[in-house]
């Protein structure tokens, strides 16, 4: 007889699952190793002998390993212990910098920017202070990146340095700019240097003069091409310092150099110097103050600074003083002549502006713009009176320069063929001049 077949029902669980039946067990889930976690640290480059590794980054370019130190913290960390090797150091960091041809003076300049890189990437990650630290102590004990050792001709050291620090700190802000002068100064001992040639008779310490130049120059302003940041570098660098050593200081990164490398302090005092002399002077003071608005605190600041410059080591030459003044635009220009307009410096302004004319002739400027200039001085007195004194003071003081120019000629016997080009150029000044400002009042 056929046993009935008994059917066991059984409950199940919440989850789903039989109650009383063989739990399963789950397949293990696979896991994804991240690219940090994939470093040094347990991934396969852990495994490699130092020695190999550093064989590796040996092969490697400047701009590759750049690239590589932001793999992995483990990375970028071996790298910075890398590049601090002193044998890395001989090798990628100490150049040549006397080098005779132009296109290997190209290629230096060339792999300092791209060392900068290189450092800018693998210290993205420090404070500011710690990051300037790490790189700029590399670069310290180069003779020829200090102010103070090199003394080779034509060594672009500083280029070089300059080019380095432009890329490594571009992108900063105005804060850390601040830092990086301050710790350069400190590096250098630059304001000792700045001292030393501010208080002493001016060209006493020419080569120290020279020093500051081209440090300041090549590695701090020159290197950019924006002028705010130069605004900004040369600020940082004057203001410390009084009106007199400012003014000093202006003189000494821009004045006139000679070819042996002395700068011409003289000359202003002796001579009318060119056009070019004065130009890399007058752009300096245009970059301080020709796109400020002339308000009582920058005229004063401005006044300030050039009446100090104007008279070292002695006054200089009117003609020098005029020419400044016209390459520096009209805003400084104007701003500086107002100025002394309305401080009752008559004599004083009305002789600036003749010989501005004298250069707007020979320099071939637009005598339109002195006629405008003389015009916008107008300006600046409140009554007909005042105004009609100023224009007699200025055709009395054309008189007075014209005498003087022929009386100079007479008493020296001097009737050389430029005297006579000089006396006819300021009386073809006067005439031009006087046409377009007749013209300006018969509209």
Not at 222 to 245: A, E, K, N
Not at 332 to 350: D, H, M, P, W
């Amino acid at each position: 007889m056929r046993k009935k077949s008994t059917t066991i029902l059984r409950k199940r669980t919440p989850s789903g699952q039989l109650k009383g039946s063989p739990r399963r067990t789950q397949p293990p889930r696979r896991t994804v190793v991240t690219r940090s976690q994939g470093g040094l640290r347990g991934g396969m480059l852990s495994r490699l002998p130092r020695e190999v590794f550093d064989m590796i980054l040996d092969r490697m370019t400047v701009v590759e390993m750049g690239i590589f130190c932001m793999a992995s913290k483990e990375i970028n960390r071996y790298i910075m212990d890398y590049v601090s090797s002193q044998p890395w150091k001989n090798t990628m960091i100490i150049r040549n910098f006397h080098n005779s041809t132009t296109q290997e003076n190209t290629s230096t300049i060339q792999h300092y920017r791209e060392l900068s890189m290189l450092f800018k990437r693998c210290t993205l990650l420090l404070p500011t202070k710690e990051r300037l630290r790490f790189v700029l102590n590399k670069f310290a004990e180069i003779p020829c990146f200090s102010v103070d050792q090199c003394l080779a001709p034509g060594c672009i050291g500083f280029s070089s340095y300059g080019s380095f620090l432009q890329n490594l700190i571009s992108g900063w802000d105005e804060l850390e700019c601040h830092r990086v002068f301050n710790y350069l100064c400190d590096m250098t001992n630059l304001p000792k240097k700045v001292q030393l040639v501010t208080a002493g008779k001016p060209g006493a310490r020419w080569h120290e003069e020279l020093q500051v130049r081209l440090f300041c120059r090549e590695v701090l302003l020159d290197t950019w091409s924006g002028q705010l940041d130069r605004q900004l570098w040369l600020t940082m660098f004057l203001t410390p310092w009084p009106i007199v050593s400012q003014a000093r200081l202006l003189f000494i990164l821009y004045g006139p150099l000679h070819p042996g490398g002395t700068l011409g302090w003289q000359d202003l005092v002796d001579r009318e110097l060119p056009q070019y002399a004065l130009v890399d002077l007058a752009r300096a003071i245009y970059l301080l103050f020709g796109q400020l608005e002339f308000k009582d605190g920058t005229k004063n600041l401005l006044l300030a600074i050039l009446e100090e410059l104007i008279v070292v080591p002695q006054p200089w030459h009117v003609e020098n003083i005029a020419r400044l003044l016209v390459l520096c635009g009209n805003s400084v220009c104007y701003g500086i002549l107002a100025s002394k307009a309305i401080n009752r410096r008559l004599q004083e302004t009305t002789k600036i502006i003749v010989y501005i004319i004298l250069v707007c002739e020979k320099d071939s400027f637009h005598m339109s713009w002195a006629v405008k200039l003389v015009e916008q001085i107008c300006m600046v007195f409140s009554t007909d009176t005042e105004k009609h004194f100023f224009i007699q003071q200025l055709e009395n003081t054309f008189s007075q320069v014209t005498r003087e120019v022929f009386e100079h000629c007479a008493a020296g016997n001097d009737l050389s063929r430029e005297t006579f080009l000089s006396l006819r150029i300021l009386l073809d000044s006067s005439a031009h001049f006087h046409t377009k400002f007749l013209q300006m009042l018969l509209k």
